[in-house]
């Protein structure tokens, strides 16, 4: 940490905060500039992010150098993480995960169908919402446990793992009941009460960022789940929230270098979410593969007309099977497999 | 709702769209213009929202008329709602209402002292966390159950009510025994599902405007607190994501007047969380009162160097005292008291 | 400047920086910390920032200290500048100034009378555009020297200085001729020809902020004009873009406190613009005048129905009148006059 | 366009819009819905556009339907615009073009190097800045003239066809003499007055996207050089300015795919500037690829630690040359070459 000073902090301005910095059993380290004065506090952040030096007189600024997050960081473990996340499917290492499958659980047999049909182009995971967040009350809210058990029957139908998105600490009994892969969406990103129960668990969680989260508010959230334990993390990017709108969202491409080289955790992208619009998906998708990401949760509906949910973002089952062919061919491209 | 069909649209696909208008109990309105077909829909659009028409082969986009929130409209209640907050307590009529004290309650002693400073000064409600959201999961987190324990006792000792942030819906209890006004933190505006606990309650609820969330769905957060029959709600404008940096985050004042127009409910203005340094807390204050708020939410610490949080947005109690005496000459030029 | 190095950094690396540092004639500082080395960089930044130290293998990032403008800083010049506007009307000082007058100058005695009733309601600067930034080629762009005339006939025949927008070098003659305040717009805040361009001359220079520009990067461009020799210059606040679209751009209120504690130039609002909407004119302007700003740049207009721009946000001269007399109410309060 | 009335608009105020419009030679077409009514303006919308309509009383606001801008529209032309670069060079085909070198020409000698060097790894024009938009008025400037020249050396000895920035109208005559692409800089996409100039000549013009603009008012930019008859436009995405900072910019691969649904030419991206980082360079440009992009815009140093601008975002030969194969295979998968 550097501690800048104001062109006119005093001499007993500065001595008070050294003084300061070695009561937390750290190094202050002080340098005359021609402008300013500037304190290197030497020993570890955390400890000096415990008082709050912006505070004191003749301070102007704090500026911090170590990472804020640690288990996350690609410092702490070098190597790339694989998360597993069902016999014989993980995700980080040189396989590239497609997820797919409606918004929503709507009813047993269009699940059913459209897990058969995603699985078929090449999907090792079905998605699907049971508990929805929607901007508004009066849309539709999901079908809840029911829609659970519908998903858990997809599952051993097709035998593709499952995930689904958890809003409430108090619904987690039955996540682990049935969910393969728990979703904690954007908009609970920082429901910290929520993060730190999923990391009391082993269930993989896919951390989706939140629409105005940078990429350190990002792995601090991931930092939560970890801190309690859990370890199984995938980090998903869906969009932020920015000026345009001829998308739904900004999709944060760069995110996934940034990502991959701050931290060791596989990183997804959700084409479907930060685009609103299924003309964009494929695409999106396909820059996903080329920049680096691990993988895609992409929104596929039979009868997009009739869908309870985001039906303007859905592809359905053809386009997604051409996409998934063109998807292949880039993974190859760049020497990974689907 | 107005659904804008592409130029090439077909005959065919325009009568599959006029009958499934139809089948929702609606009424297709055709207007043929020169570039593109536009279709009017007639009836409640809360039907029309059920299909997704931009999802139907033809249509190019649509367009929403009527607002997708009711109860918290200036629509459904013309005149200002004033919301009872204690015995002679309310806010959202003439009176100017500023609830300040610590970020977080850190003991009894530091929490009575200031809160008997703020209320010398003229401060109505005492605020304080006791659950903190914190984004480092390394950072202090609060006292919880003794913080608000120690809340509950400066508000016997002082009379102030008291406000404070609930972050787990399974802290509710604890919430309605102790807290006068339940605090709704930005990063939970879109935590469904404690907003609806919130809503089956009848506590007064301050709801803080998600750093990332347009106006409309800040409204539409209110509206699932009202839909579960709680219509006790203040807005609170607590900053939104820019790309400035100057500040933490970037006061939106617009959002008041903008809020005023659109809802009945009343509106306070948090300056310390949104520019994070206490500089800023004098002027953005006064542009409080002047643009026409209903109150402030202000942090007052004794001793900023000490603060467990945010110290470095807190106002000693001498500065909040002058700053309470120009609040109240700018309020009374406009007509309202303090 | 501190050069911060990965964790990986060798010895060789670091001697090769060290050297470099040392070249440009300044002094480096090492300082091992616990997980990072860091350079500290001792002398005049301006010099370190020659060399693009962020290409340096070994590197991780650099952190600038000192503030990369000079002149406009209030390091520079403790107390306020103020700007004479035109004989016995200055800018910055106990005064607040309103600058009203049509967004477009649209024939003269439209101009005229809009002209007579915003001096009479206590505006001391008339504004109008005669050379118009549209952002589509198929609006009205202006009646470029024909309007430029007509405000210099509305200027003798009511006495008020006009301020109106140059955006093409090759204009400046008329502008030295007929204008009293040069303004620079939003569109045009980094167009650093144009900027020189008025920096050498000695007339006051109203720079507007781009409605993408950090307040750093704003008062850089009012470096620009300052480092050609022309000191007059007033800072205009006008609205960043955000996700926000209930009003046209987002009123960044908070860099008003912001400039004033980094420069000693005057500070001036533009509510018409920021909002677009005359509604939240009245409430932001007041919100101007509390939160300490110098002036207010306000669009006033006899017809707002028949404006040929901007109309929406045009304030009727009644309006205006009864702004003016709350204006005067609240600069009361807060010890200044209009 | 729709105008969408108040809940308690009066008869008369209808009656009143509705005369307006048929002033205008328009058609209003009234429809009562259940909350609002609505008058949807039949013919052509620019004529609309010139009535202040949310200026009337009784108006709450407008929607517009047509899209502002003609000529660069996909519905103007519905075929991709093919841009002659040079002799045997051309954009918006098969095709996929790297532009690359220096971010400024600093001499001839290093210039002609960077040139046969990215030459031989397939790049088709050469990229190069004389004239350069700084910031701060302390960077350096370019080399202007002298640099033009090196530039057209550079151009002769390679065979590289050159882009380079134009920032001053009064600068044209220049680069009509040495470019064969003129650049005009994302800092003025709504300097109008140049994009006129520009405009009036027939050379190829690459148009960066400003980083406050949406995609719209990139179109209606492209349609001010358009309008004046010069129809050889390449769009260039370069980032936007969003709260994420681990980038300098927040690129919008998203643009893409939406501005080749509404428009016909063709969409560059600029992966060095958006990025500010060489790190992130190739997993972008990748990305750039794939996504459907004609081409991209590279800054390749041979020695990035002297260079005079941008150094930390440049590619060195070696790295660049690395780059191209990979892109060549992810283009070869998408069915086009490079």
Not at 48 to 68: C, D, M, N, T, Y
Request: some cysteine.
């Amino acid at each position: 940490m550097i501690i800048v000073l104001k062109p006119d902090a005093t001499k007993k301005q500065i001595l008070h905060i050294e003084q300061k910095i070695k009561e937390l059993g750290l190094k202050p380290m002080l340098s005359a500039g021609k402008e300013r004065t500037i304190i290197g506090v030497i020993g570890e952040e955390d400890k000096a992010r415990l008082q709050p030096f912006e505070a004191f007189p003749g301070v102007e600024s704090v500026v911090p150098i170590q990472k804020p997050y640690k288990f996350v960081s690609r410092e702490f473990k070098k190597e790339n993480s694989i998360i597993k996340l069902a016999p014989g499917v993980e995700i980080g290492g040189q396989k590239f995960i497609v997820m797919a499958g409606p918004c929503t659980v709507e009813n047993r047999d269009r699940l059913v169908n459209i897990a058969n049909l995603v699985k078929k182009s090449g999907a090792k995971v079905l998605r699907g919402g049971a508990f929805k967040p929607r901007t508004s009350p009066y849309s539709f809210q999901g079908l809840k446990d029911k829609g659970m058990k519908f998903l858990y029957e997809a599952k051993k139908m097709t035998g593709l793992p499952i995930i689904t998105e958890l809003m409430d600490p108090r619904d987690l009994p039955l996540f682990l009941k049935y969910a393969d892969i728990i979703q904690i969406g954007a908009r609970n990103m920082q429901n910290f009460e929520l993060l730190k129960e999923v990391g009391k668990t082993r269930k993989p969680v896919l951390l989706k960022r939140g629409m105005a989260s940078t990429i350190k508010d990002f792995l601090l959230s991931a930092e939560y789940i970890v801190s309690e334990g859990n370890h199984n993390i995938i980090l998903c990017e869906r969009g932020i929230r920015t000026f345009e709108d001829a998308t739904r969202f900004t999709l944060d491409i760069s995110a996934v270098p940034v990502i991959k080289k701050l931290s060791h955790l596989p990183v997804v992208i959700d084409p479907s979410h930060c685009s609103g619009i299924w003309d964009y998906v494929a695409p999106l998708s396909k820059a996903a593969v080329a920049v680096g990401a691990d993988g895609l949760l992409i929104e596929v509906h039979d009868d997009p007309e009739k869908a309870m949910c985001d039906g303007p973002q859905a592809l359905k089952p053809a386009k997604f099977e051409i996409l998934m062919q063109e998807l292949k061919s880039i993974a190859k491209a760049i020497g990974r497999t689907i």
